[in-house]
């Protein structure tokens, strides 16, 4: 198991999907995780530190946990099957001296870490698991920027916050 | 302070974006909340029982309160200011007969009360507020209608599910 930090969003020119890429301490392999739009931007926002005027889910799940006294201890994304990444959430109640672990997909399970600062690990079996990772940086750099490109031409109205428009 | 229950989604023409429409018990008061599509897609979801491989954003929301021994004694659509609806989610811990209360975005506490079982309460203020409730049914069928058209045309890629290509 090693840990890995998050080093951006991305998008795959060919499918459009945004990936989140993780890379090793020193930036030797690279691992991109195809994410939804809404993590993608959940990351991001969190990445960028962006302050919004209204918590975003995320943003309540960490609530919910600091609330209830417990902590992210870490996370883990610790297994791929046919395509699909796995990982677990860790929690523990300091009070109480309880652990817990959760089933979550990787994208809500970066977006929490990276808001509770708690590390974000992966398994040997999934960063030898054939064609996951990769050490071409260049290509992820391009990628990258074209999706601050695509997030640099959204509306407010996109992303349901205060506007010219109502909303929650 | 009434009890409404989640009508279904719509989407307002004009300004092409989601909504939830609440209701009370003889579906008098319609209570139309702008959202965004993300929450829209996760309240659509839970509303038809559809069944995912992965939890989403508001299932892991849901695991890690049960985890912790809470539960979700209600959720309250508080206040509107500026255009904006603000939510509270109220969390009981048996064990300990605390109650906590704590910030959200109506779309996300209404996401997580329908996973919850629990009730959803609507302040008189926000019922009050001019121009908030509307009692014209059959636009809001119509509106629901596009919406269902609308999710009809998503692929499965759109919503990060294990399909043509890999996902979270």
């Not at chain 2, 302070?1 to 719509?10: F, H, S």
């Amino acid at each position: 198991m090693i840990e890995m930090k998050v080093r951006g969003i991305a998008v795959n020119p060919d499918l459009k999907n945004p990936m989140v890429i993780l890379t090793d301490e020193e930036e030797k392999r690279c691992l991109p995780i195809w994410i939804g739009v809404a993590e993608a931007t959940a990351i991001f926002v969190q990445l960028n530190d962006q302050a919004l005027p209204r918590p975003m889910t995320h943003d309540l799940l960490k609530n919910v946990i600091e609330t209830l006294g417990a902590k992210v201890t870490r996370i883990v994304v610790n297994d791929i099957s046919q395509n699909t990444f796995f990982a677990k959430v860790f929690l523990e109640a300091p009070e109480t001296g309880e652990k817990h672990e959760i089933d979550a997909r990787p994208s809500d399970a970066i977006a929490l870490a990276l808001r509770t600062r708690a590390p974000i690990f992966v398994t040997e079996k999934v960063i030898i698991a054939p064609g996951v990772t990769i050490v071409d940086k260049e290509k992820y750099k391009e990628e990258m920027s074209q999706f601050k490109k695509f997030l640099e031409n959204l509306s407010p109205t996109d992303f349901n916050f205060p506007g010219k428009t109502s909303h929650d | 302070m009434i009890e409404m229950k989640v009508r279904g989604i719509a989407v307002d023409p004009s300004l092409k974006i989601p909504m939830v429409i609440l209701t009370d018990e003889e579906e008098k008061r319609y209570l139309p909340i702008p959202i965004g599509v993300a929450e829209a897609t996760a309240i659509f979801i839970q509303l038809n029982e559809q069944v995912l491989p992965r939890p989403m954003t508001h299932d892991l929301l849901k695991d890690v309160i049960q985890v912790l021994g809470a539960k979700v004694g209600k959720v309250l659509i508080n206040d509107i200011n500026q255009n904006t609806f603000f939510a509270r989610v109220f969390l009981d811990l048996p064990e300990s007969t605390e109650k906590y209360e704590i910030d959200a975005r109506p779309s996300d506490a209404i996401a997580l009360a329908l996973r919850t079982g629990s009730p959803i309460f609507v302040a008189e203020k926000v019922i009050v507020a001019p121009g908030v409730t509307i009692a014209d049914r059959e636009k809001y069928k119509e509106e629901m209608s596009e919406f269902k058209k609308f999710l009809e045309h998503l692929s499965p890629t759109d919503f990060n599910f294990p399909g043509s290509s890999k996902d979270t």
